[in-house]
C-alpha cells in the first residue's frame, strides 16, 4: 500500500525542472478558473498529460485557483460579457454560435469566455513569472523550509522514505 | 522532444475519455431518469416516478418507461401514466445545450390510474405553485334555493290578510248609518201624510156660501180662492221639501247601490291579490337549471383552467426566462453567467417537441392524439403548438374530436382556441348536483355537444352546446321534502330530451359562467301541469270564502237599502197624496177663480144695467128738465 502510494507520488513529482513545474501551474490556472467541465478543458488535460509537466503542481494549483475562481467570478463575468459585445468580432461570434461544435463549447457563455480569456492572456506572464518565482525558491528558500519541522516530520515518515526510495529524489 | 512528450500520458488521457465516455453511455440513463424525476417534481409539484430510462445513440434517442406522474391532490393515484416513450432527438442540438425531438411516441397512456406507493410529496415540495386545484363542492353548502310552493290554508290567508271587502265594508257601514242619521232629522221637519190629509181635508171644507148677494156671495169667494191660494202655497212648500228630501234620497239609494257593487268587486281584487300572493311565481324556476349544473360547471370550469394555468408558463417560458436573466441581479448573474445570444441561421428554441403521438388507454377503446410543435419558445420556433386527439367508434362514444392550438408566436397577443366536440357519448350515473335537498344524478343520457372557444390575451371566451337524448334522471327521495322538491323529483323523472348550453367568458382569472337550458321550460310546463290541478282547488276555496265573506257583510248593509226603500216609497206615497192635493186644490182654486169670475161679470152686468138704467133715467130727467126749460124760455 504504501510502495503504491508512493510510486504515485513519484509519478506525481517526476518532472521537477521549474519549466515543468510552471507550465503544470498555468494549465491549472486555465483549468482552475474556467469552469470545470468545458470541452477546452478536455485539450487542458491532453497537454498535461502529454506534455511533461509536473502532475502534483497540476492538481495542486488546480485546487487553488478553483478556489480563486469564486471570487474572480464576477469579473470574469464582465470581462466575457464585454468581448462577446463587441462589434468587431459579432460576425465571428455569430458564425461560431450556428455552428453546432462550436456551441456545444458554450464559448457564449459570459462567465467561460472571460475566465478563458483571462487565462490565455495570463498564461505567458504566469509561466515566465512562475519559473523566475520557482528558480528563487531553490536558490534563496528551499534549505530554509527544509529546517521546518512540519518538513522534517514529513521527511521522516515512512511514506516519504520509500518514496525517496521509488524516486531516488528530494521531493523539495 | 521526447524530454517534452510523455507519451504515456496519451494512454492516460485516452483512459479518462474511454472513462467519461463508457461512464456517459451507461450512466445517461439513470442520469437522465433521474432529471427527469427531479425536474418533474419541480415543475408538476407532484410526485414523478419513471421505471427506467435507456439511452439509444444511433439515432440518438431515449427510451423511458413507466412514467408515473401522482395526482397532486391523490397521492395513491396517478394524473397521468405512460407505460413507454421513445423519442429520437437530434444530436448536434443536444450538444448545444438544446433539447430538440424529432418524433416522439407515447404508448399506452392512461389517467387516473392507482398507485402501489403514495405519491405525496414532504410539505414543502408538496405547495403548489398556481392555485390550488378546485375543491368538489361540498354538498352540505350547496343548498338549492326553495322557491316555497307550498300552499297555505285558506282561512289561515283569511285570518291574517286584511281585505280590503272589509275595509270598504266598514267604510260604507258608516256611511251609510250617517246618511241614515241626516235622512231621520230631515224626515222629522217633513210634513207628515196626516198633515197632507188635514190640508186635503180643509180644502174640502171650504165651500163658500151663496147669500143671494152676488156682493156677499163674491166675498165669499174670493175668501174661499184665498183659502184654496194659502193651502196650495203650503202644499207647494211642503212638496217641495218633499222632491228635495226624495232627490236627496234616491242619491243615498245609488250611493248605496255603488257601494254595494264596489264590495261585491273588491271581493274580485282581493282574489287578485291573494292569489298573486301566494301562489308561486313562475320566477322562481326561471333559470333553475343554472342552478342544478352550474356547480358542475363551474367546477370542471375552473379544473380546465387549472390545467392550463399549469401548461401556461412553459408556453413562453424560455423568452420568459431570457428576458428575466436580463433583469437578473448582478450577482445571480455573475454567479452563472449569462448566455449571450447571437442570431441563428436556423432558429431552434431550446426545448422543442416537432412532433408526439400517442394514444390513451380509456376503459371503452383507446383515443388517438397527435401533439405538434410543442417548444419552449414559440417565439423562436415562429409556429403555434397543436394537441388533437380523437376516438370514433369506441363502446361508450360515437364521436371524439379534440383540437386545440396555442398560439404564443407573439407574447404579447397571445391567441389559444380550443374546439370539442362529442357525439353520442353514453353518460352513466353523472352526478348533477350533490345538493342536500336535490341531489340529483343522471342515470343514463345520450350526448351530444359542441364546445369552441377562444382565449386571447387571458381573456376567454368559450361557448358549448349540448344536447340530451333518451335521458333518466334520478333523484333519491328525501325524508321532509318539501313540496317543491317533490315537484322537481316527479317533473324530472318525466323529462327526457333537453338542451344545456353554456358561456364562459371574462378574465383568465375570474370567468363568467352562464348556463341557459331548455330544462327551465321544460320544468315549468311539467311543474306546471302537476300543479295546477292543486292551485285550481286553492283558488276555487279562495274565491268561494271570499265570495261568502263579502255576501256576508254586504247582508249586514241589506238592512239600510231596506230602510232607504222603504222611506223613499213612504215618500212616494205622501208625496202622490200632497200632488192630489195640491192638484185638488187647484182645480178647487180654477173653479172657484171661474164661479168668482163669473159672479163679477154678472155683478158688473148688474152694475151696468143700473148704470145704464140711472143714465137713461138721468138723461131722461135731463130731458126731461130741458124740456122744462124750453118751455120755460119758449118765445
Known sequence: MLSTLAKILAILNSETRPGQISLALVFAMIMGLTPLFSMHNAVVLLLVLVLRTNLSMFLAALALFSALAYLFDPLFHQFGLWILKLEQLNALWTDMYNSGFWRMTRFNNSVLMGSLAASLILFVPMLLLSNMMIGQYRHRFRNWVNNWQLIKLIKSSKLYQV???????DAA | MSAWIRWPGLIAFAVIMLIVILGFYFFAGPLARHAIEYNGTEML??????ASAEMQLSPLGFELRDLQITHPDKPMSNALQIERITFQMDLWALLAGQVDIRDMSLQAVRLNTPRRVSGALPKAKAQPKKDSKPATPAPAEQALPKPSINLPKVKDILAKETLQTETLYEQTQSAFEQNKQQWQQRVAKLAKRDDFKQLAQRLKNIKPKKSGDRLQDIKNLNDAVEEVKRIKKQVRGDLKQYQESLTQLRSYVKDSEKSIRALRQSASGDLTRL?????PKSENLANYSALLFGEKGEYWTKEALYWYQLLEPYLEKATKEYEKSQQQDIQTQRANGTMVRFKTFQPRPDFLIRKASFDLRRPNGEWQGELKDASSDQRVWARPMRVSLQADKQANLEQLRINAVFDHTKPDQSNDKFELTVGAYQLKDFSVSESKDLPLSLKSARVDLNMNGVLINKRLDAKLNSNFTSAQFFIEKQKGENDFSKLIRQSLENINAFDINSQISGKLSHPKLSISSDLDKLLKKAIGEQFQKQLRAFETELKKSLQDKAD?????????????????????TTQNDAQNTLKAAENKLQSYQQQLEEKKREKQQELDKKRKALDDKKQDKLDELKNKLKDKFKF
Open chain 2, 552 to 572: 256576508a257583510l254586504m247582508a249586514k248593509l241589506t238592512p239600510y237599502t231596506q230602510q232607504f226603500n222603504a222611506v223613499e216609497k213612504d215618500l212616494n
Open chain 2, 275 to 279: 292569489k298573486t300572493k301566494y301562489t
Open chain 1, 163 to 169: 518514496y525517496q526510495a521509488v524516486s531516488g529524489s
Open chain 2, 45 to 50: 409539484g407532484a410526485k414523478v416516478d419513471l
